[in-house]
Nanobody, 114 residues
């Protein structure tokens, strides 16, 4: 099992930025899809962004133009740069390996509030 540890969450004002990072415990070269999901209280967990080992990216519509996902297979990390944050972005953000049925980190809280 690959262990995933997220970092970078916190409290930010609307319009601000955060950079989330996910560190994997082992090589991720053979994991086809790495990504970020989020879950707000009382809501379903939803895809934010995913990136394949070949560099193909899938963004949720609500983050296009604001968030950027990147993957460094040599460092076994996946990052999510979040800009122009909105209160509705408030959620626990989870790193994922292997798509929805794969492995998950413990999550990091992102709170966007003035």
């Amino acid at each position: 099992q690959v262990q995933l540890v997220e970092s970078g969450g916190g409290l930010v004002q609307p319009g601000g930025s955060l950079r989330l990072s996910c560190a994997a415990s082992r090589n991720i070269l053979n994991i086809y899809s790495m990504g970020w999901y989020r879950q707000a209280p009382g809501k379903q967990r939803e895809l934010v962004a995913a990136i394949t080992s070949g560099g193909r990216i899938n963004y949720a519509e609500f983050v296009k133009g604001r968030f950027t996902i990147s993957r460094d297979n040599a460092k076994n990390t996946v990052n999510l740069q979040m800009n122009s944050l909105k209160p509705e972005d408030t959620a626990v953000y989870y790193c994922n390996a292997g798509a929805f049925s794969g492995y998950w980190g413990q999550g990091t809280q992102v709170t966007v509030s003035s």
